[in-house]
T-cell receptor, first 116, second 115 residues
Framework: AQKVTQAQTEISVVEKEDVTLDCVYE???????LFWYKQPPSGELVFLIR??????QNEISGRYSWNFQKSTSSFNFTITASQVVDSAVYFC?????????????FGAGTILRVKS | DTGVSQNPRHKITKRGQNVTFRCDPI?????LYWYRQTLGQGPEFLTY????????KSRLLSDRFSAERPKGSFSTLEIQRTEQGDSAMYLC?????????????FGQGTRLTVV
């Protein structure tokens, strides 16, 4: 079965530090998609990135960067120069094919606390 | 606001009562999903609609749960005879059918507390 593991339950950093959130996944599919979502205290899951399994190019978006390594089944997320507004719960997710569509399988999330 | 909208945001109910939640997806999205999130966990899939057809249901969705999406627009999730174990955040998401693997956009959720 599909599985996503986020081993870091909670991380605390001081503002301006870099921080990496780990994500390891298991899948039987040859083609799949990986996602990162941010959940601030308001509760809404905010989409950050989607990566498909046949594109291992790393991606950078402002202070955010993602490292996808198929060989180790990992999709790690780095925030450079963290800010207090980055404090949230971050979820890694994997698409799973169903008979008539696909669903997301989420990890348990990593709570990130950025202190000023 | 053109995002996914959920109502109510919070619901407190007594055990045994029925509750209904509403989700209004992004208008052009034909796919709609319900997820449940308990404290300290990631969201778990409950059910999925493509237009008005409910195509997938999780084993988590007991017979006390029913969801509808009349006319392929908004959706409702009803829980009958609520139990304390139903206390959770219920999240709705919508997406386009293509491209495959299109990202889902989530609403702010309905937090249910059963007392």
């Amino acid at each position: 079965a599909q599985k996503v593991t986020q081993a870091q339950t909670e991380i605390s950093v001081v503002e301006k530090e870099d921080v990496t959130l780990d994500c390891v996944y298991e899948t039987r599919d040859t083609t799949y998609y990986l996602f990162w979502y941010k959940q601030p205290p308001s509760g809404e899951l905010v989409f950050l990135i989607r990566r498909n399994s046949f594109d291992e190019q790393n991606e950078i978006s402002g202070r955010y960067s993602w490292n996808f390594q198929k060989s180790t089944s990992s999709f790690n997320f780095t925030i450079t120069a963290s800010q207090v507004v980055d404090s949230a719960v971050y979820f890694c997710a994997l698409s799973e094919e169903m008979e008539y569509g696909n669903k997301l399988v989420f990890g348990a999330g990593t709570i990130l606390r950025v202190k000023s | 606001d053109t995002g996914v909208s959920q109502n109510p945001r919070h619901k407190i109910t007594k055990r045994g009562q029925n509750v209904t939640f509403r989700c209004d997806p992004i208008s052009e999205h034909n796919r709609l999903y319900w997820y449940r999130q308990t404290l300290g966990q990631g969201p778990e899939f409950l059910t999925y609609f493509q237009n008005e057809a409910q195509l997938e249901k999780s084993r988590l969705l007991s017979d006390r749960f029913s969801a509808e999406r009349p006319k392929g627009s908004f959706s409702t999730l009803e829980i009958q005879r609520t139990e304390q174990g139903d206390s959770a955040m219920y999240l709705c998401a919508s997406s386009l059918g293509l491209p495959r693997g299109a990202e889902a956009f989530f609403g702010q959720g309905t937090r249910l507390t059963v007392v």
